[in-house]
């Protein structure tokens, strides 16, 4: 299941691009989001590489692409319907994925990055701008500690942490945060 | 009656206002007067509407709280269960007031309920493939939930579902039925992976593996989320279609005898529920509900209104005398820190020895807990802790396998009931040939929350057209009690 398949049931007239094992070119539809079919001359090649940023992929979409098993990057930055249970179907790409990109997905939380710790062979993640994360710099240490080769970008030591300098704020800031925390980890 | 309609109604004491006064503005006295006699005389009309019969309204004063005079489904039980099966009732029945369902919990505050005390985790690693069936299809609703419990102009419903999975420990005597038990898993369509000793070590740095010669994981539908979230969630939606929820506990039937004789020769009384009788709370004020069908998921207390119908009172060897084999057993619950406890690879453990244990948060939390033996179940007359059975029996067995955990500080504690089936501890769904017209949803034995929306669909299924649509729970009928035929699940807990 590949190319065309993809592309018609997504619905992404104009975005996804796909790169191929020992070819190094993307293809990506053009300017009238026609999508070339070359590919479909050599049907045994594997995608290597999905980038599928800003689409309105879910995880039913991900049916389309369970058979790839020697994907290695998905980029999905700026996807709003990437949530946990998509996350958590990510597991079939456990023996091969090598980069993630989940930055500014907004419906992701916790509970889904904790799915991940299926993908052994993880490389690089990138979390960056997840708005439901409530302490992005724990999450951080604790993705660095479950996941053994793979380097975690997005989220510094310091976010989520309360800044010393804004001292009268801090007691409120500090019961809100506590309450938030706890309802929402 | 008709005296209270006429002076309630305030036009037809104004009338006498306007004429009293000889003022100068008695022209804007009558454009004030026509005004306000539309609106009078539209109340009127609603009034009279709803002194006809038919309608719920009653010039006597009413205690609020009471539930409908009448209704065609009554749903013994508001937990997760119970909202569950009214919110499939609505939806199977499209029309708006097609169905007048009523559900009555004796509890609004929810103090003792097992849906909220428990641990709301949610796997599909069963033996039977309904069991499997059915909490794949609740995995499958909880995912869309949105597109089933989303209300206009309310939030989103957010379960706070953490993905993290359960694994199953097995020894070496019981690792060949879970070798079974992952085909059977497989084939319904549970994605499982199963762990021998090295890849759990590598996987899970932080287990000690001795003892354990296979683990089974679950890598996608399993977890643990809010059960409170979900309940109102049900709750929300159903009342919003218009199902009716009242807070009063069930005391008794009124039902209507008939004899019936089976092939033996041996005369039955054959019992049809009329009245449901529901006794308002801290009074002793009842209302009789008329009903057509009457579904008990009342989880822990099932067992005490079925022997209401006299189910389990007649002599011992005719079908009368076999009690509803539902009994409420208590479970303590534990929450631990831990500083240096597993991280957020956490899954649900649970060990071959029968303690469990998941992760409760980021900070180091852990719930735990254990199954006591047959012979020392706790005392069911109060929720009250056990804090012994952590030190005795949960700590040693929960440090074995997890080292870090021999450094730990129980920060709190609570207990639930379970709905413990002690037949087979396994469902009991469907009607009781004693009982015609009493649907039974309950004897889950733990795992109610995890399998409510697919058991709701199952006996909304059942009411409304008569057999499975979904998922074939045949298995689950009532009938395996009064055959005295057990079908059992290997590894619960």
Known sequence: ?185 | MWRKLFTSVPAFRALKAPCRSFSSSSRGAEKDFFKDLDTHLRAFRDKAAAAMPGSDWSPIELTPGLPPERADVVIVGGGVVGWSIAYWLKMKARVRDGLRVLVVEKDPTYSQASTVLSCGGIRQQFSLKENILLSLFSAHFMKNINNHLWVVNEDPVDLQFNHSGYLFLASEKSAHIMEENYRTQRYVGAKVALLSPSQLKERFPWMNTEGVALASLGLENEGWFDPWSLLNALRRKAVSMGVYQCFGEVTGFKCAANLAETTDGEVLNVQRIKYVHVRMPNSLEYQPVECAVVVNAAGANSGKIASMLGIGLGPKESVSGVPLPVEPRKRFVYVVHCPDGPGLDTPFLIDYSGVYCRREGLGGNYITGMSPEETEEPDISNLDVDHEFFQEKVWHRLAHRIPAFEQLKVSSAWAGFYDYNTFDQNGIIGLHPLVPNMYFATGFSGHGLQQSPAVGLAVAELILDGGYKTIDLSAFDLKRILLQEPIQESNIV
Request: glycine content about 8%.
């Open chain 1, 1 to 185: 299941v590949w190319g065309p398949h993809v592309v018609r049931l997504i619905g992404l007239r104009s975005r996804p691009i796909f790169p191929f094992a020992g070819q190094s070119e993307w293809l990506r539809p053009d300017s009238r989001g026609r999508f070339s079919y070359d590919f479909m001359s050599t049907p045994d090649t594997q995608i290597e590489e999905v980038d599928l940023s800003g689409t309105l992929i879910n995880h039913n979409g991900l049916e389309n692409l369970v058979n790839q098993n020697k994907l290695q990057t998905l980029s999905l930055p700026g996807c709003p319907e990437v949530d946990d249970w998509f996350l958590a179907r990510l597991h079939v790409f456990g023996e091969s994925l090598l980069e993630l990109d989940l930055s500014h997905c907004s419906r992701i939380t916790v509970g889904g990055l904790t799915a991940l710790q299926n993908l052994r062979k993880l490389k690089r993640l990138d979390i960056s701008g997840l708005p439901q994360l409530q302490n992005p710099g724990l999450v951080w240490i604790l993705l660095e500690e479950i996941l053994p080769h793979c380097r975690v970008t997005g989220a510094e030591y310091e976010q989520g942490l309360i800044q010393p300098d804004s001292q009268e704020q801090t007691e409120d800031h500090h019961e809100a945060s506590t309450h938030t925390g706890l309802r929402h980890l």
